[in-house]
């Protein structure tokens, strides 16, 4: 059984900044690809950013130049650094791992940019 546990959301001033992190843990053989997506209130669920194995990443168009998606393989961690917080940004955070050949998904943590 695989599991992702997220942490790293809260409340922050816009302008501030923030770090998710997102552990799996578990049978793991194989991961390649590991992402964020996020939901906010009233809206379909969107990606945010994506790294895979070989450390190629992928933006949404919104977020480039202000956040920065890591992974640690050892640890089997991704990492969304996210600078420059505008109330926009405020949604459930999910990180996604294809693991084993199959997708998995975090239960989410919330982020709020407000102030």
């Known amino acids: 059984q695989v599991q992702l546990v997220e942490s790293g959301g809260g409340l922050v001033q816009p302008g501030g900044s923030l770090r998710l992190s997102c552990a799996a843990s578990?049978?793991?053989?194989?991961?390649?690809?590991m992402g964020w997506y996020r939901q906010a209130p009233g809206k379909q669920r969107e990606l945010v950013a994506v790294?895979?194995?070989?450390?190629?990443?992928n933006y949404a168009d919104s977020v480039k130049a202000r956040f920065t998606i890591s992974r640690d393989n050892v640890k089997n961690t991704v990492y969304l650094q996210m600078n420059s917080l505008k109330p926009e940004d405020t949604a459930v955070y999910y990180c996604?791992?294809?693991?084993?050949?199959?997708?998995?998904w975090g239960k989410g943590t919330l982020v709020t940019v407000s102030s």
């Open positions: 578990g049978s793991i053989f194989s991961i390649y690809a």
């Open positions: 790294i895979t194995l070989g450390g190629s990443t």
């Open positions: 996604n791992f294809g693991i084993n050949g199959m997708p998995y």
